[in-house]
C-alpha cells in the first residue's frame, strides 16, 4: 500500500533507532521512496552510512548543507507525502509541541503545510507518564499529528513499562491508514447536522449551548474525503464551510427539524451530530425585554425530537447514528437513546471531561451499537475519530 509513496524518515536519539532503520528496510521493500533525515543524537545511535545503505539515498543531518544550495527544510518538506519520526523521543515532542526549530528534523516539521506527520514514542516508562511529556503528546494530537503509541515492555534502562517504541509494522500499519486515499464512502448520500441551536427569547437574545460545531464539520469533511455526497445541515458556529459538500444553515431546532426531514429521506447515512436544544421560550417578544421587574420568568415548550423522528421513519437499509452528550450516566443513557429513537449506533460522550468535547479539537467516544456490542474511540483529534465513526458506519452497511 506504500509503494511510490515519497516518506521522509526522522530518526531521534534513542535505542529505538534500530526499529528506525528496520521501519526504513520494511518502506524501500514496500517501494516507498525514503529519505532519511537523523538528529544528532540519532547518528550517535546509528550511523548515517547504515541508513544511507538502507535508504539507497543521501542522508540528511545538517539544516544548511554546503554540498547542497537548496533549503533542505522547505524541499524535504515539499517533496514528502508524510513525515514519520522513528523513534521520536521525548525531546523532539517537547520541542515540537512548542515550535523550536533548533536543527533539520525540527525545521521541516515547523515547515511540514498540509503533509501529514506520524510520530512512534519511545522512552522510559517514568518519563512516558511525566505529566509534561504528556502534556506536549496532547497539544500535537489535537493538532492532528498522528501517533504510532508505545506498548509496554522490556525497556532499555532494564525496567519494564509503558514507553517501549511499537513494533516497525504497527507503525507502517499506522502509516499505510493515514496515507490510504479511501474512496469507501463512494455512492452514498450522507447528512450530517452540527453545532448548536438558537432558541430566541427577544430580538437579541437566545438559548443555546456550547456546541462548536466541530465533530460535526469533521464527520461532514471525513465523509466527503472517502466520496460520500454530503449534506451538512447546521446550526450556527463560527466554523469554515467545507468545499464540496452542501451546506445549510438553520437556526433553531423547529428550522432544523424542517431541513432535516425534508433531506432525510434521501440519504444513505443520517449522523446528528447537532446538540439541538429541548426547549425554546413558549413566546418570543417582539422587542427587547426591559429589566423592569425583579425577576422574570421564561416558561419553555418542549422542541420536537429530530433524531426519534428520524428513527420513527427510517428507510430500509439507512444509518442512523445519533450522539448522546452526558455528565453523568454515560453508557446507561446512551444504551437507552439508542433503543428509544430506534438508532444503528450511538456515540457516547462524556462531556464533563475538559480534555474532549464540546469546544475542543480532541474528542473521544464510546459507540454502542443497535444488537449489542461496542466499541471505544481513544482521544485523538476530531478528524481522527471522524474516521473511526465513519469505519463503524461502513461496516454496518457492508454487513450481510
Ligand atoms: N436530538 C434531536 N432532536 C432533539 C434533541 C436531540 O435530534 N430535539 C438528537 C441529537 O442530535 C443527538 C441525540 O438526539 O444525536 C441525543 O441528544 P441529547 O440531547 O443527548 O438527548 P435527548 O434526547 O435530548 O435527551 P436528554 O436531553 O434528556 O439527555
Not at 500499519?173 to 441551536?197: I, S
Not at 453523568?328 to 429513537?341: F, I, Q, S
Request: positive net charge; glycine residues 8%.
Amino acid at each position: 500500500m506504500l509503494t511510490g509513496k515519497k516518506i521522509l524518515l526522522g530518526l531521534t536519539g534513542g535505542i529505538a533507532a534500530y526499529k528506525g532503520a528496520e521501519i526504513c528496510r520494511l518502506l524501500v521493500r514496500g517501494e516507498a521512496l525514503v529519505k532519511v533525515v537523523m538528529t544528532k543524537n540519532a547518528c550517535a545511535f546509528i550511523t548515517p552510512l547504515t541508513m544511507q545503505t538502507l535508504s539507497g539515498s543521501r542522508v540528511y543531518t545538517e539544516t544548511f548543507s554546503p554540498e547542497n544550495y537548496q533549503i533542505d527544510h522547505v524541499s524535504l518538506a515539499r517533496w514528502a507525502q508524510a513525515l514519520v519520526v522513528a523513534p521520536a523521543t521525548a525531546n523532539i515532542i517537547g520541542k515540537m509541541a512548542h515550535g523550536i526549530a533548533d536543527d533539520l528534523l525540527t525545521t521541516l516539521f515547523l515547515a511540514r503545510g498540509r503533509m501529514p506527520v506520524l510520530l512512534a514514542p519511545a522512552m522510559n516508562s517514568e518519563m512516558f507518564r511525566d505529566k509534561i511529556f504528556q502534556d506536549n503528546l496532547t497539544a500535537l494530537k489535537k493538532r492532528g499529528i498522528y501517533t504510532a503509541d508505545p506498548g509496554s515492555g522490556q525497556l532499555a534502562c532494564g525496567s519494564s513499562g509503558e514507553g517501549r517504541m511499537a513494533e516497525p509494522r504497527e507503525v507502517l500499519d499506522a502509516l499505510a491508514g493515514l496515507l490510504q486515499e479511501r474512496q469507501d464512502f463512494t455512492g452514498l448520500k450522507v447528512l450530517v447536522t452540527a453545532g448548536p441551536t438558537r432558541e430566541p427569547l427577544d430580538p437579541v437574545r437566545y438559548f443555546s449551548n456550547r456546541s462548536s460545531g466541530k465533530m460535526g464539520f469533521a464527520l461532514a469533511r471525513a465523509a466527503r474525503d472517502r466520496g460520500a455526497r454530503v449534506h451538512l445541515i447546521a446550526g450556527p458556529t463560527s466554523l469554515t464551510v467545507p468545499d464540496g459538500i452542501q451546506y445549510q444553515e438553520v437556526m433553531t431546532a423547529a428550522q432544523m427539524y424542517e431541513a432535516v426531514l425534508g433531506e432525510a429521506p434521501e440519504m444513505h447515512v443520517v449522523i446528528k451530530a447537532a446538540a439541538v436544544a429541548d426547549y425554546r421560550p413558549l413566546e418570543q417578544a417582539g422587542d427587547k425585554i426591559k429589566k423592569d421587574s425583579a425577576s422574570l420568568t421564561v416558561t419553555l415548550a418542549k422542541n420536537p425530537d429530530i433524531l426519534k423522528t428520524l428513527g420513527e421513519r427510517k428507510g430500509p437499509g439507512q444509518i442512523l447514528v445519533g450522539f448522546a452528550a452526558e455528565t453523568r450516566d454515560l453508557l446507561e443513557n446512551a444504551a437507552h437513546k439508542l433503543a428509544r429513537k430506534n438508532l444503528d449506533v450511538i456515540a457516547a460522550n462524556d462531556v464533563s471531561r475538559p480534555d474532549i468535547g464540546f469546544e475542543g479539537d480532541q474528542n473521544a467516544l464510546t459507540l454502542l451499537f443497535a444488537g449489542g456490542g461496542r466499541e471505544d474511540i481513544p482521544p485523538g483529534s476530531k478528524d481522527q475519530v471522524a474516521h473511526r465513526l465513519l469505519d463503524a458506519v461502513l461496516r454496518i452497511k457492508n454487513r450481510p
